[in-house]
C-alpha cells in the first residue's frame, strides 16, 4: 500500500505547507487537499506543488457542481503543470446542503454528472475539440460559442481521476471509469458486503486500458500502548456526518452506517444531532465503529488493521495522524514495509 494524509480545511496554508514536506520525508505518498466552504483546494494545492518534489497532490474532493467541466480539466492540467505531474483529480457530489446553500446550484443527477464529467476533462487533455451533447452541452446550442480544444499542452493527457462515492450506482460507474475510488467511513471487514456486488459489476466494464483500481481508505491513527482512548477523537466528526450532513430524508453516511449494520445507532445519532444535542450524538456512536475505522492501538495492532485493510482491496492508506505527523506517518510506513 501507499499512505496518504489530508490537510485540513482551516489554518495557515503556509506553515502546511511546511508541513507537508516534512510529511514527505517521512515516506508520505500523496497529500490530499479538501475542499467545503472555506479556501478554494486548487490555490493550496498550486502553493504546496512548489513547495514539495516527490509527494502527488490530490484534490479530496472538487465538487462537481461548483465548477464546468472545462474548468476542472483546466484546473487539473495547470496544477499537473506546476508540479511536474503530481497532480490528481478528485471529485465528489458534496450534498445538497453545500451545493444549494454555498454555491447556489440545484443539486441533481450526481451520478450522469460525474460520468460526463470525466469523459470531458479526458477529452480536453487530449487536446480534442470539446464538443458534448448531455447535461453539459458543448457547444451551447443556439448561441455564439465555437467547439475550442485546450490551448496549452498538458504535461499528461491522463491524469488521474479519483471519485468519491458511496452509493451503489456511483461505486459501480467509478469502478469502470476512474483510477480511483474514495470513499469514507471504510470498515474493511464489511466492505465486501456494502459494496462488493457493485464493486464487481463496474470492474466487469473496466476498460483493459485501464490500470487497477486504487483504493483509498484509512482513518485516525495513534500508535502507542495506551492510546486507544484517542478513538473518541473521531465521535464529533462521525456524528457530523451521520447526523448533520444531509437531511433526514437524504444522508448517504447515515445510510452507510446503517448498511454496516448499525441501523439503531444511525437513527438516534441523526436524531440526537438535529436536535441540536451534538455532544449526545457523539457519544451514541458506536465504539465498534470508532475501532474499525481507525488505526489506534500498539504498533502490534495497527500491523493487523493495515493487513485487514491491504486484504480489502486498499491500495492507498489515508491516515490522520494524532501528534507528532512526521513520526507517526514514518512509524506507519516502518510498519507498511516490515
Same mark, same amino acid.
Request: charged content about 20%; hydrophobic content about 45%; proline content about 6%.
Given at each position: 500500500? $501507499?499512505?496518504?494524509?489530508?490537510?485540513?480545511?482551516?489554518?495557515?496554508? +503556509?506553515?502546511?505547507?511546511?508541513?507537508?514536506?516534512?510529511?514527505?520525508?517521512?515516506?508520505?505518498?500523496?497529500?490530499?487537499?479538501?475542499?467545503?466552504?472555506?479556501?478554494?483546494?486548487?490555490?493550496? %494545492? =498550486?502553493?504546496?506543488?512548489?513547495?514539495? /518534489?516527490?509527494?502527488?497532490?490530490?484534490?479530496?474532493?472538487? &465538487?462537481?457542481?461548483?465548477?464546468?467541466?472545462? @474548468?476542472?480539466?483546466?484546473?487539473?492540467?495547470?496544477?499537473?503543470?506546476?508540479?511536474?505531474?503530481?497532480?490528481?483529480?478528485?471529485?465528489?457530489?458534496? =450534498?445538497?446542503?453545500?451545493?444549494?446553500?454555498?454555491?447556489?446550484?440545484?443539486?441533481?443527477? &450526481?451520478?450522469?454528472?460525474?460520468?460526463?464529467?470525466? /469523459?470531458?476533462?479526458?477529452?480536453?487533455? $487530449? +487536446?480534442?475539440? @470539446?464538443?458534448?451533447?448531455?447535461?453539459?452541452?458543448?457547444?451551447?446550442?443556439?448561441?455564439?460559442?465555437?467547439?475550442?480544444? %485546450?490551448?496549452?499542452?498538458?504535461?499528461?493527457?491522463?491524469?488521474?481521476?479519483?471519485? *468519491? #462515492?458511496? =452509493?451503489?450506482?456511483?461505486?459501480?460507474?467509478?469502478?469502470?471509469?476512474?483510477? =480511483?475510488?474514495?470513499?469514507?467511513?471504510?470498515?474493511?471487514?464489511?466492505?465486501?458486503?456494502?459494496?462488493?456486488?457493485?464493486?464487481?459489476?463496474?470492474?466487469?466494464?473496466?476498460?483493459?486500458?485501464?490500470? &487497477?483500481?486504487?483504493?483509498?481508505?484509512?482513518?485516525? @491513527? *495513534?500508535?502507542?500502548?495506551?492510546?486507544?482512548?484517542?478513538?473518541?477523537?473521531?465521535?464529533?466528526?462521525?456524528?457530523?456526518?451521520?447526523?448533520?450532513?444531509? *437531511?433526514?430524508?437524504?444522508?448517504?453516511?447515515?445510510?452507510?452506517?446503517?448498511?454496516?449494520?448499525?441501523?439503531?445507532?444511525?437513527?438516534?445519532?441523526?436524531?440526537?444531532?438535529?436536535?441540536? +444535542?451534538?455532544?449526545? #450524538?457523539?457519544?451514541?456512536?458506536?465504539?465498534?465503529?470508532?475501532?474499525? !475505522?481507525?488505526?489506534?492501538?500498539?504498533?502490534?495492532?495497527?500491523?493487523?488493521?493495515?493487513?485487514?485493510?491491504?486484504?480489502?482491496?486498499?491500495?492507498?492508506?489515508?491516515? !490522520?495522524?494524532?501528534?507528532?505527523? #512526521?513520526?507517526?506517518? #514514518?512509524?506507519?510506513?516502518?510498519?507498511?514495509?516490515?
Amino acid at each position: 500500500m $501507499r499512505l496518504s494524509t489530508s490537510l485540513t480545511y482551516a489554518g495557515d496554508p +503556509r506553515a502546511a505547507a511546511d508541513e507537508v514536506a516534512s510529511w514527505e520525508r517521512a515516506g508520505l505518498d500523496i497529500v490530499w487537499v479538501s475542499e467545503a466552504y472555506g479556501f478554494d483546494a486548487p490555490t493550496i %494545492m =498550486g502553493y504546496l506543488g512548489a513547495r514539495t /518534489e516527490r509527494v502527488q497532490i490530490g484534490s479530496s474532493i472538487l &465538487p462537481l457542481f461548483s465548477r464546468t467541466p472545462a @474548468l476542472l480539466a483546466q484546473t487539473a492540467a495547470g496544477l499537473d503543470a506546476v508540479s511536474g505531474g503530481r497532480a490528481i483529480l478528485g471529485l465528489g457530489a458534496s =450534498g445538497p446542503q453545500v451545493i444549494e446553500g454555498w454555491h447556489g446550484v440545484p443539486y441533481d443527477r &450526481p451520478v450522469a454528472r460525474t460520468r460526463e464529467i470525466i /469523459e470531458i476533462c479526458r477529452a480536453a487533455w $487530449r +487536446r480534442e475539440i @470539446l464538443q458534448h451533447d448531455g447535461i453539459y452541452q458543448l457547444p451551447l446550442p443556439g448561441g455564439l460559442g465555437k467547439p475550442l480544444k %485546450m490551448l496549452t499542452h498538458p504535461v499528461r493527457d491522463r491524469i488521474p481521476i479519483y471519485i *468519491a #462515492a458511496l =452509493g451503489e450506482s456511483n461505486v459501480r460507474l467509478t469502478a469502470a471509469l476512474a483510477e =480511483g475510488w474514495l470513499p469514507f467511513l471504510y470498515v474493511p471487514e464489511k466492505a465486501a458486503d456494502v459494496w462488493g456486488s457493485a464493486l464487481s459489476a463496474g470492474l466487469a466494464r473496466r476498460s483493459p486500458d485501464m490500470p &487497477p483500481l486504487e483504493v483509498v481508505a484509512g482513518g485516525l @491513527l *495513534a500508535i502507542g500502548d495506551d492510546v486507544t482512548g484517542l478513538r473518541d477523537l473521531a465521535r464529533p466528526l462521525i456524528a457530523l456526518y451521520v447526523g448533520g450532513v444531509g *437531511a433526514r430524508s437524504r444522508n448517504f453516511y447515515h445510510d452507510l452506517v446503517a448498511r454496516y449494520g448499525y441501523e439503531a445507532e444511525a437513527d438516534k445519532i441523526q436524531e440526537l444531532y438535529l436536535a441540536g +444535542r451534538k455532544d449526545e #450524538a457523539a457519544a451514541a456512536v458506536p465504539a465498534e465503529l470508532l475501532e474499525r !475505522t481507525s488505526l489506534v492501538g500498539t504498533a502490534s495492532y495497527v500491523r493487523d488493521r493495515l493487513q485487514a485493510f491491504a486484504e480489502s482491496g486498499v491500495t492507498v492508506l489515508n491516515v !490522520t495522524p494524532v501528534g507528532d505527523s #512526521a513520526r507517526l506517518l #514514518a512509524q506507519v510506513r516502518e510498519l507498511m514495509t516490515a
